[in-house]
């Protein structure tokens, strides 16, 4: 059964940074595309970053280019996200998503960033 559970958000100040973690169960992460998605209060969810499956190329949003860096460990079957210089727009709840086929999102972890 696939499964993917987020961890590491929290309360941080505006310049800080926060490290992600994505644990997949049920399937190699290491096959598939994996992404990480956020979801501002009254707003849309949106791509944050990608990591495309073996060769590990990666894509950003431009509000978080520079800033994020997506990666995985494919001995643990974990994707991470390390968020640096953050911004009090970066507050969302933050969610994983393993690509298709069968799509699949992880339950999301809350980050806000506030003085």
């Known amino acids: 059964q696939v499964q993917l559970v987020e961890s590491g958000g929290g309360l941080m100040q505006p310049g800080g940074s926060l490290r992600l973690s994505c644990a997949a169960s049920?399937?190699?992460?290491?096959?598939?595309?994996m992404s990480w998605y956020r979801q501002a209060p009254g707003k849309e969810r949106e791509l944050v970053a990608t990591?495309?499956?073996?060769?590990?190329?990666?894509r950003y949003a431009d509000a978080v280019k520079g800033r994020f860096t997506i990666s995985r460990d494919n001995a643990k079957n974990t994707v991470y996200l390390q968020m640096n210089s953050l911004k009090p727009e970066d507050t969302a709840v933050y969610y994983c998503?393993?690509?298709?086929?069968?799509?699949?999102w992880g339950q999301g972890t809350q980050v806000t960033v506030s003085s």
């Open positions: 990591i495309s499956s073996y060769s590990s190329s990666t």
């Open positions: 049920g399937f190699s992460n290491s096959a598939y595309a």
């Open positions: 998503k393993k690509g298709t086929p069968n799509a699949s």
